[in-house]
């Protein structure tokens, strides 16, 4: 780990030691900051402990030392002694250590063979050996002088706190090895975990960039923030083939479907130009031309609004405003037309209903369902559009809350299992429909605007006819406020 | 603090049966006819420890016996 | 009428200026934004018609602002490939008066440029009575007569027939409809708006005789006696 850099090649080889690595560079950091955490927790406890305890002894000492100059001075040499071996006889802990000494360095009182010949100074903390019994042990000493050339020496033998000390530092120097091996295990552990989540990452992103969209990240199903990633990641690939589907479809249509009306404006020219005897004819094969253009453009325009739709960039401009007049602008639009074709039309729709989206938007795909019923209704058959508020649906993520019930209702030729699955499809049109006109784009549009909602579009056979039923998860009561209000009287 | 790394320890004195006795002595010059059981089985138990070698608990029961003495004897 | 016709590209730009001078209109035409502007801001129009994207760094939108910064006030109808409805919105908020979309039809493009001149002629005086004609509406009291003969519509219905007044002898485009009478600015697919002219018609025109609502082949309708 000193070196670190010897270990990294220039090379993008993934090497064993690379500092350029995130992963090692975070457990390097994770190990460093867990070290140095423990080594300061440790010194507290070597300070709180050893060096409470050496502070302890000390302070007997001097407070022995005071005790006795007053013994001295009140009762001399004889005084001191008797003292000495008072303390010494009396000394149940056996750890005190004292010596008295003449001017010649003669034994005059105390449990010391002799003066240690270390000592050469007073008034200084000593550690020394002592010869005892059983064992050699230290101990702490000072000496102090006295008048008449004698000198006192107490001590007192720290073998027990030496022994805690050895304890403690052994402790501590075990704790940091083990913390060290934690902190390069733990290191390594995350490291592992981080390569592994970045691995399956890479290696998923790596095989869609080769092409293989149909590649997902793996879910443990374990609700961690891996499996949140994964999930997030998958959810970005499920949108982004959605998109390149799109992308397929719409340039497979503009290589299919538009050379229809392309190919009919052609040929009617070009059969104007070569055949047409008189300026009337010319003239008639030439607006039918232009309407075949014309049927191109609005084609382009309703890909380019899919398009737009499904990128989801509209959905800046939603706001709350009430379903009912909306649908009901609508119904107005629609409800001649469907008398026009001989058919009736019935609404059942409540009298407010809080809705949060694109007004515009929500409208045209209510206007292309009803132009669907009507469409494809023989006459004589009821249209019903109904809207309702579903207290508390299951959505589609799972949660339950609110939605909104739209749907349209009609008896005309219906659809087969088969052809519903394929309706949103841009450019599908059932072989029922091929006489009746259109272009297929209708049930996409209405399918892209309603998944920018966050709904649903499904169809349902109505036994006769087709129901077609969109539903959008409402803001929840609590976040919308002031809707009533705001959209009702205007 | 210092430490000298001197090899030549000093002998502690009061680590000898000699010590012992000397306490056992303290102890007997007290009243003996006053001592309390407990002082007397630890001086008993005390002398017996030194005289078979093992003076640190030997030494460690005398001086309880002394300091108990102390605290009686005013 | 003078008007100004700034387009880059020349086949639409022959187009246009050929079709409007066929109906008599004075078309001056500029070919990039430089000269459009110069020209706009030098000379006296009765209304401008400009492209939205132009070659040069000029652009409509910055002739457009331009001009209304310096108070210029002569109607503005934008031609633009972007049929977006936010484009539309940033077309109008820039100061346009309209927004016609590519590729158009001439006619399409005539009735807007009619409606703009008649409504800049007729914003001075707010009217409450219009009158083509035996047919007269009263837009306070929500009334209609024909000869001397009440009618009774439906809001919307009479929110068309209005239309069609105030656009009385010239041509209204279905989609100039749509937008006017219903605020709706997508294609409704089907021709709903037949529908409810036909409706009207059922109800204005019908009962006596002699028809005011005319269909203009390739174009839209027409209110006229
Ligand atoms: N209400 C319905 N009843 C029976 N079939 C329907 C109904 N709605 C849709 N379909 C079928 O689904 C197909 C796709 O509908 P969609 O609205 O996308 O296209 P369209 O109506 O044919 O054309 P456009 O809407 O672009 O004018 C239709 O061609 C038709 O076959
Ligand atoms: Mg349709």
Partial sequence: MSEPTAF??????????????????????????????????????????????????????????????????????TGLTMIIDDRLEQDVDDNALYLLVNKDNKWVAGNLAEWPRQIISNDHWFTMPVQRSYAQDMAKVRAYALPDGYRLLIGRDISGRTLLRKIVTDTLLWACVMVTLLAIGGGWLIRRLFRHVIHSISRTTQAITHGDMSRRMPVQGSDDELDEIAITINEMLERISRLMDGVRQVSNAIAHDLRTPITRARTQLEDAALHAKNEDELRAAIEQAVGNLDNVTSICEALLRIAQIESGARRSAFVLFDLIPALQDVCELYEAVAEDHGLRFVQHLPDHLPFFGDRAMFQQAVANLLDNAVKFSPPHGIITLSAEVLSTARRSDGTRGKMLSLSVADEGIGMSEADMARASERFFRAEQARNTPGSGLGLSLVQAIVQLHDGQLQLASNAPGLITRIEIPLPDEETVPAVQHTTTNH | MRTVPSPKPVVVTSDSVAFCLQLSRVIESYNASALSPTVSRLREEGTDLCRQGLVRPGLIRLRRAIVSLKRTTP | MRILLVEDDQTVRTFIAKGLSESGHLVEQAENGKDGLSLATNENFDIIILDRMLPGGVDGIHILETLRRQGNVTPVLLLSALAEVDEKVAGLKAGGDDYVTKPFSFNELQARLEALVRRNRNEAQPQTRLMVGDLEIDLLARGVKRAGQKIDLQPREFRLLEFLMRHAGQVVTRTMLLEGVWDYHFDPQTNVIDVHVSRLRQKIDKPFGRPLVHTIRNAGYMLQE
């Fill in chain 1, 8 to 77: 990294a090649p220039a090379s993008p080889q993934p090497g064993f030691l690379r500092l350029r690595s995130v992963s090692l560079r975070f457990a390097l950091v994770y190990g460093t900051l867990f070290i140095c955490s423990a080594v300061l927790f440790l010194s507290f406890i070597w300070w709180g402990t050893v060096g409470l305890l050496e502070h302890r002894v000390e302070q007997a000492i001097t407070t022995d030392s005071r005790a006795l100059f007053n013994i001295w001075s009140e009762g001399g040499p």
